[in-house]
């Protein structure tokens, strides 16, 4: 069946923004000048998907207002024949999505329950918005690829430095079945540094069959008092085979303080408007 479907949760508080994100939502909070959601949604799109539904909660409506059309600026930016800039504003509006609330914070698992309807029977996607990846294939579409030939649940991995393996949902490879993919043994989410079965960590991209809603209906919660997206996805495991897919590509965590900087200093380093001066700034700190 093909995979059509995305869902990307943006209900979290985004309290380590705060007090950024007191009024604003953190999937908001702009890369230059594009909200870090649009970069996940542009993934979505380029990886073939046809229908996205965001996961959003209280004081989230700026989300939607962002993929709404804004017929007055439009109107202002064509009438001073700013079309580059009314390009831009339109990109963002010329995309098909839907919202659903996540009513309380109960977890990641929980949000991808609300999806359950929207989803149906069909396998679909899953895009988390800290994680903007930057590769020659969209990281969806690489996953994508590999579910066509192995019509099973893949989840996205790389390897990270073992000391930040607390950080993550945590795969305990079992064998690698053709290049870069593996058969796992079981899923941790956020284990003790000393306990981390690898240091291959999932990260923000999940390709599921639909049989995962009936396990996240009946999750117990977990790390963080929690309903774990990861615990429902071992538990799936042991009904029919979940698949860790080694992804190419370069990944930024925009879900903390210095990964966003970081991020928002690369991504300068290469927007056409602001590079030279970008570099020109670092030369001058680096003096």
Not at 43 to 72: C, M, N, Q, Y
Not at 130 to 140: L, Q
């Amino acid at each position: 069946m093909k995979v059509r479907k995305a869902v990307i949760p943006a209900a979290g508080l985004g309290t380590r923004f705060l007090p950024a994100t007191k009024a604003t939502a953190k999937e908001m909070l702009p890369i230059i000048d594009k909200p870090t959601i649009q970069y996940i949604v542009e993934e979505a799109i380029a990886s073939g998907i046809e229908d996205i539904l965001i996961v959003t909660g209280k004081g989230k409506r700026s989300i939607e207002d962002h993929f709404d059309t804004a017929p007055e600026l439009e109107q202002n930016l064509l009438s001073k024949n700013k079309l580059e800039m009314l390009a831009s504003v339109q990109e963002s509006s010329n995309i098909k999505i839907h919202f659903i609330r996540q009513k309380q914070p109960l977890g990641l698992g929980d949000a991808i329950l609300q999806a359950k309807a929207f989803v149906g029977n069909e396998p679909f996607v899953v895009l988390l918005g800290d994680d903007i990846v930057e590769s020659e294939v969209p990281c969806v579409k690489q996953l994508i690829n590999q579910y066509e030939h192995t019509q099973n649940s893949i989840i996205g991995v790389q390897t990270v430095p073992k000391e930040h393996t607390n950080r993550y949902g945590i795969i305990n490879p079992q064998e690698e079945v053709t290049s870069h993919l593996f058969k796992v043994r079981g899923f941790v989410e956020k284990p003790k540094i000393e306990e981390a079965p690898s240091q291959l960590a999932i990260l923000g991209r999940y390709l599921l069959t639909p049989a995962i809603f009936e396990l996240l209906e009946t999750q117990e919660s977990g790390s963080g008092d929690e309903i774990q997206l990861t615990d429902a996805i071992d538990r799936l495991n042991k009904i029919e085979d979940v698949l860790a897919y080694d992804f190419a590509g370069k990944r930024y965590d925009v879900g903390d303080k210095f990964g966003f900087v970081d991020t928002t200093i690369r991504f300068a380093l290469k927007h056409p408007e602001i590079k030279v001066q970008v570099q020109a700034l670092i030369n001058e700190l680096a003096d």
